[in-house]
C-alpha cells in the first residue's frame, strides 16, 4: 500500500506532460516534501490532472475518500477512514467512480515509497523510494469524488512487478504509461479496466533507501 509519495516538479512541467494547454498557473514548485493521506484533523492536499471537457487541468484534492466504519470498540459507533488505495475493483465503494470516466484521474508523481519488510539495525524498517528514470514526472490511475470537504482522490493497486515486489510483495501503485492517459480518461470501463497491470519492471528503478 503506498501512503506517501513525491512531486516536487514545477506546474508548469507538469501541466506540459500532462497536455495542459497554456497560458498555465504561476509557475511554482510544488511542495517538496512528501505527500501523505489526509485525516480527520489533517486535510493534506495533491494535485491531480482531471479531464475538464475538451481539456485538462490541475486540481488540487484531498488524498483519501472518506467512509464510515464501526469503531472495534463499539461496533455500534461509525469513525471516518479514508481510504488511498483502490484494490478491490468490485467494491461498490469504488464502482461508481470506476466505471465514469469523469470521475477518473491521473495523479502526477516524481517518485514513491514502500517500507521495506524487515526492520534496519535502528529497529526501523527502511523507507524504499521508487522512480521511473526515463520519466521524471510519471503518474497514477487516479480516481475522485466530491465529500462534504471537498473533492478527494484516491489511486488504483495491482500485483507489484519485480523491482517492487521484494520489497513489497502485497501490491504497488497502478502506473500509466503516456500513451495510455486519453485511454484513462474517456475510455469505458471495460477497455480502461485492461490498464490496471503491474508497471514494466525494466522502466523502473530503486532510487534510494532511507
Not at 506540459?16 to 494547454?21: E, L, S
Not at 484521474?105 to 527502511?126: I, M, N, Q, R, W
Not at 501490491?171 to 480518461?185: G, N, Q, S, T, Y
Request: aromatic share 12%; with cysteine.
Amino acid at each position: 500500500m503506498c501512503n506517501r509519495y513525491r512531486l516536487t516538479a514545477k506546474q508548469a512541467e507538469v501541466a506540459a506532460t500532462f497536455g495542459i494547454r497554456p497560458p498555465y498557473e504561476v509557475d511554482e514548485t510544488f511542495p517538496t516534501g512528501d505527500i501523505f493521506p489526509t485525516g480527520k484533523k489533517t486535510p493534506f492536499y495533491g494535485a491531480v490532472i482531471v479531464q475538464d471537457g475538451d481539456d485538462r487541468r490541475i486540481e488540487r484534492m484531498e488524498w483519501g475518500g472518506p467512509t464510515q466504519v464501526p469503531s472495534k470498540r463499539d461496533p455500534t459507533v461509525k469513525l471516518t477512514k479514508y481510504v488511498t488505495n483502490v484494490r478491490n475493483l468490485s467494491s461498490s465503494f469504488w464502482r461508481s467512480m470506476l466505471t465514469t470516466p469523469a470521475r477518473r484521474c491521473l495523479v502526477p508523481v516524481t517518485s514513491f515509497s514502500e517500507y521495506g519488510l524487515a526492520p534496519g539495525d535502528d529497529g526501523k524498517k527502511p523507507l524504499h523510494w521508487f522512480d521511473v528514470p526515463s520519466r521524471p514526472i510519471f503518474a497514477f490511475a487516479g480516481i475522485w469524488r466530491p465529500t462534504e470537504r471537498g473533492n478527494a482522490y484516491g489511486f488504483l493497486t495491482t500485483e507489484p512487478n519485480s523491482v517492487v515486489a521484494p520489497i513489497h510483495p502485497k501490491a504497488m501503485p497502478v502506473i500509466l504509461l503516456e500513451d495510455d492517459f486519453d485511454r484513462w480518461l474517456s475510455a469505458d470501463w471495460n477497455d480502461a479496466s485492461s490498464l490496471v497491470a503491474p508497471y514494466p519492471s525494466q522502466l523502473m528503478a530503486l532510487d534510494r533507501v532511507v
